[in-house]
């Protein structure tokens, strides 16, 4: 089975710019998750999709927003871009999602810089 | 409250000595617990995962993780460090479902780097 995917690979912005962020899962796949990593705060959860629905939602301002068609494959979009936009943002698939015991898959990650 | 608590943000081996990364959880419920390891620009990839069968656990590239619940700790391990280890190590738990919470908990990450 080929794995998550997503695209671009890489992006780069100018502040106040929108980006969208693609992801396709895992076929079969149903749930999608997305997070930020940045050397500073780590990893963190923005928000999980299951069957097209938002599921779970991070802390994070609503300049962050996502979803999900009815292939499962998902679209995060960020809003007037700010400096602290830019980070690895990963999503992974599952089966059942997370928080279910059940195995997160992740992509290899869009690497987003904002200038 | 969940949470993971990686006790090494960097542990540094020779090669060929054993890997030992710790981290300890709390969680209110049953958790799965996870190793997943990050190499630089890339995505995180699963090592490892427990879910209440055998509390020692096995994984790809050598590695393996023992459950204790009485230590509340989930140990990951390799008797022979090799160069390709060498990447960010991420500890999480999982709660077992909280409908509209979220219900992964990552660890801060711990860099292994190996000496040649």
């Known amino acids: 089975k080929a794995g998550v995917t997503q695209t671009p690979r890489y992006l780069i912005k100018t502040r106040g710019q929108q980006v969208t962020l693609s992801c396709s899962p895992i076929s079969g796949h149903r749930s999608v998750s997305w997070y930020q990593q940045t050397p500073g705060q780590g990893l963190q959860f923005l928000f999980e999709?299951?069957?097209?629905?938002?599921?779970n939602k991070g802390n994070f301002p609503g300049r962050f927003s996502g979803r999900q068609f009815s292939n499962s494959r998902s679209e995060m979009n960020v809003s007037t871009l700010e400096l602290g936009d830019s980070a690895l943002y990963l999503c992974a698939s599952s089966l059942l999602g997370q928080g279910l015991g059940d195995t997160q898959y992740f992509g290899p990650g869009t690497r987003l810089t904002v200038l | 409250a969940q949470s993971v608590t990686q006790l090494d943000s960097h542990v540094s081996v020779s090669e060929g000595t054993p890997v030992l990364l710790r981290c300890n959880y709390s969680?209110?419920?049953?958790?799965?617990l996870f190793w997943y390891v990050q190499h630089p620009n890339k995505g995180l990839q699963l090592l490892l995962k427990?879910?209440?069968?055998?509390?020692l656990v096995k994984g790809i590239n050598g590695f393996e993780a023992e459950f204790k619940k009485s230590e509340t700790s989930f140990h990951l391990t390799k008797p022979s460090a090799h160069m390709s280890d060498a990447a960010e190590y991420f500890c999480v738990v999982s709660d077992g479902g909280r409908p509209g919470a979220n219900n992964l908990f990552f660890g801060t990450g711990t860099r292994l780097t190996v000496i040649p």
């Open positions: 427990y879910t209440s069968a055998a509390t």
């Open positions: 969680s209110s419920y049953s958790p799965s």
């Open positions: 999709y299951f069957s097209e629905t938002q599921r």
